[in-house]
């Protein structure tokens, strides 16, 4: 009874058995495939490291991305092949630089390494990577965009503010004046001269104020949108600047004002027009920037082979360093300026024209003690 039994469930077992082994077999082959198919398809980097960071397996992608067969990698340390530092033991994605064997590109790898633990102990570490630099480059322009953007609203925000100070003050006093004058046009005749006189000429001054500013905003946008070229001629820059101070300032400032050059004539290839912003702007903060007790403004005029030096020295209340760097941008007006009334424009107006003139300018300064803003042209050979 028992061996008939045993005869007719054993090749029963036997099957099973059998079928079960065929079901594994072809699970383990549908597995393999899957696992070909992903790897083999992966636009990443698939790679398992051992616990020394050797490379114990990586994706047949390392061609695409970085050019380097898989035989030539595993076995190998990242570092031995691509000169990087052990992949960081981190969960965070980190990126990384890397060099593609054959293309001089720099290709930016975000990675992800994570341990596989097998029985409670670290067996090995799998990593992702993948190409991110489309995605840094990107990035990078955005960041680069709005830090222009922020710019351009703080020169905006720079602008109202100042615009309302500076603009404010003027209009004030005209209004005003205007006020005064139909009160004293009730005055008898003399009366009403002398008073009438003194508004109007308080209002032109106003205006004339009000006029330089708008015109000196206009000039730095129209400098800034002219790609055309610079007509040059050539001149006598001594006999243009001695000109230019004695149409440009009043009476009271021309012997404060000496001009100091070993030669008596430099003849250089420029524009009137750009040097007249450059010396009249300088030569103005000089004096604007300086006590009155200690008005006293030097232009030194220096030769050398292929330059002209000019020097506009004052010993005025200076800056501080912590300043110098920012005194070229547009309504920039430093801390030590706050007392005397400006716009922060006339610096932006001489670098915009030196930039035209292919001049350089520079400028050393000293709290309390002084400043010298040089500009360097090309002589004429
Ligand atoms: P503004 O004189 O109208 O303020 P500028 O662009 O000419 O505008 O100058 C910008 C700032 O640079 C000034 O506000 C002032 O703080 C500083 N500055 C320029 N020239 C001098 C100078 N000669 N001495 C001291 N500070 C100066």
Same mark, same amino acid.
């Given at each position: 009874?028992?061996?008939?039994?045993?005869?007719?469930?054993?090749?029963?077992?036997?099957?099973?058995?059998?079928?079960?082994?065929?079901?594994?077999?072809?699970?383990?082959?549908?597995? &393999?495939?899957?696992?070909?198919?992903?790897?083999?398809?992966? $636009?990443?980097?698939?790679?398992?490291?051992?616990?020394?960071?050797?490379?114990?397996?990586?994706?047949?992608?390392?061609?695409?991305?970085?050019?380097?067969?898989?035989?030539?990698?595993?076995?190998?340390?990242?570092?031995?092949?691509?000169?990087?530092?052990?992949?960081?033991?981190?969960?965070?994605?980190?990126?990384?630089?890397?060099?593609?064997?054959? +293309?001089?590109?720099?290709?930016?790898?975000?990675?992800?390494?994570?341990?596989?633990?097998?029985?409670?102990?670290?067996?090995?570490?799998?990593? #992702?990577?993948?190409?991110?630099?489309?995605?840094?480059?990107?990035?990078? +322009?955005?960041?680069?965009?709005?830090?222009?953007?922020?710019?351009?609203?703080?020169?905006?925000?720079?602008?109202?503010?100042?615009?309302?100070?500076?603009?404010?003050?003027?209009?004030? $006093?005209?209004?005003?004046?205007?006020?005064?004058?139909?009160?004293?046009?009730?005055?008898?005749?003399?009366?009403?001269?002398?008073?009438?006189?003194?508004?109007?000429?308080?209002?032109?001054?106003?205006?004339?104020?009000?006029?330089?500013?708008?015109?000196?905003?206009?000039?730095?946008?129209? $400098? +800034?949108?002219?790609?055309?070229?610079?007509?040059?001629? +050539?001149?006598?820059?001594?006999?243009?600047?001695?000109?230019?101070?004695?149409?440009?300032?009043?009476?009271?400032?021309?012997?404060?004002?000496?001009?100091?050059?070993?030669?008596?004539?430099?003849?250089?290839?420029?524009?009137?027009?750009?040097?007249?912003?450059?010396?009249?702007?300088?030569?103005?903060?000089?004096?604007?920037?300086?006590?009155?007790?200690?008005?006293?403004?030097?232009? #030194?005029?220096?030769?050398?082979?292929?330059?002209?030096?000019?020097?506009?020295?004052?010993?005025?209340?200076?800056?501080?360093? &912590?300043?110098?760097?920012?005194?070229?941008?547009?309504?920039?007006?430093?801390?030590?300026?706050?007392?005397?009334?400006?716009?922060? #424009?006339?610096?932006?107006?001489?670098?915009?024209?030196? $930039?035209?003139?292919?001049?350089?300018?520079?400028?050393?300064?000293?709290?309390?003690?002084?400043?010298?803003?040089?500009?360097?042209?090309?002589?004429?050979?």
């Amino acid at each position: 009874m028992y061996l008939l039994e045993e005869a007719i469930i054993n090749p029963l077992k036997n099957c099973s058995a059998q079928k079960k082994i065929k079901s594994i077999n072809s699970n383990i082959i549908e597995s &393999a495939k899957l696992f070909e198919l992903i790897t083999n398809n992966s $636009t990443d980097l698939i790679i398992l490291y051992n616990r020394d960071f050797s490379i114990i397996y990586i994706s047949p992608s390392v061609k695409r991305v970085l050019g380097y067969e898989q035989f030539e990698i595993i076995g190998k340390k990242t570092d031995d092949i691509f000169a990087v530092h052990e992949p960081l033991k981190s969960d965070e994605p980190q990126i990384m630089a890397y060099r593609h064997k054959f +293309k001089a590109d720099r290709i930016l790898l975000e990675s992800v390494i994570k341990p596989v633990i097998v029985n409670g102990v670290i067996d090995c570490y799998l990593g #992702i990577s993948r190409d991110v630099a489309v995605r840094e480059n990107l990035k990078r +322009k955005l960041e680069q965009a709005l830090k222009k953007e922020k710019a351009i609203n703080e020169t905006k925000s720079k602008f109202i503010s100042m615009a309302s100070h500076e603009l404010k003050n003027p209009l004030a $006093t005209i209004s005003s004046s205007l006020e005064l004058l139909s009160i004293y046009l009730q005055d008898d005749e003399h009366l009403k001269k002398v008073k009438l006189e003194k508004h109007i000429t308080r209002i032109n001054t106003q205006l004339e104020r009000l006029n330089g500013i708008i015109n000196e905003v206009l000039l730095i946008e129209k $400098t +800034k949108a002219q790609n055309s070229e610079v007509k040059l001629e +050539k001149l006598d820059l001594i006999d243009f600047i001695r000109q230019l101070i004695k149409e440009s300032f009043t009476e009271s400032h021309l012997d404060k004002i000496k001009i100091k050059s070993k030669e008596s004539i430099i003849h250089i290839s420029s524009n009137k027009i750009l040097l007249y912003h450059i010396f009249k702007n300088l030569i103005e903060n000089a004096i604007k920037y300086s006590k009155p007790d200690k008005l006293k403004i030097q232009i #030194i005029i220096e030769v050398s082979d292929i330059y002209v030096e000019v020097s506009v020295k004052d010993h005025g209340i200076g800056v501080s360093s &912590a300043e110098k760097d920012k005194l070229f941008n547009q309504f920039y007006r430093s801390d030590s300026a706050s007392e005397v009334s400006g716009f922060g #424009i006339g610096l932006t107006i001489v670098k915009e024209c030196a $930039t035209m003139l292919n001049a350089k300018v520079s400028f050393r300064s000293a709290l309390n003690k002084g400043s010298s803003f040089k500009v360097c042209l090309l002589k004429l050979v």
